[in-house]
Nanobody
Framework: QVQLVESGGGLVQAGGSLRLSCAAS????????MNWFRQAQGKDREFVAR????????TYVDSVKGRFTISRDNAKNTAYLQMNSLKPEDTAVYYC???????????????WGKGTLVTVSS
């Protein structure tokens, strides 16, 4: 049974930091690209970041470039999202997702976690 379990969300003041983790089981983790998405209340799910299988390449949505860093540890079957300089507009449920294809569309993800809530107060 495949499981992606996010953790690390919470309430933080603007300008603060959080580190999200995504622990994977039931898949050969190193063969999947790992992605982070977010969904704010009343909005569509939005791509945030991706890391390739070997951690040699990353992609970010423009709004988080320079503030967020995605990483992974294939030995621990875990992906991370370090979020710095958080803004109120970063408030959302953050989801990790795994896929093998090149698309970053939510529809192209093979597996999803259940999400972790990040709330940034002003």
């Amino acid at each position: 049974q495949v499981q992606l379990v996010e953790s690390g969300g919470g309430l933080v003041q603007a300008g603060g930091s959080l580190r999200l983790s995504c622990a994977a089981s039931g898949i050969t983790f190193s063969t999947y690209l790992m992605n982070w998405f977010r969904q704010a209340q009343g909005k569509d799910r939005e791509f945030v970041a991706r890391i390739n299988r070997s951690a040699s390449g990353t992609t970010y949505v423009d709004s988080v470039k320079g503030r967020f860093t995605i990483s992974r540890d294939n030995a621990k079957n875990t992906a991370y999202l370090q979020m710095n300089s958080l803004k109120p507009e970063d408030t959302a449920v953050y989801y990790c997702a795994a896929n093998r294809g090149s698309s970053i569309s939510p529809d192209a993800m093979d597996y999803w976690g259940k999400g972790t809530l990040v709330t940034v107060s002003s």
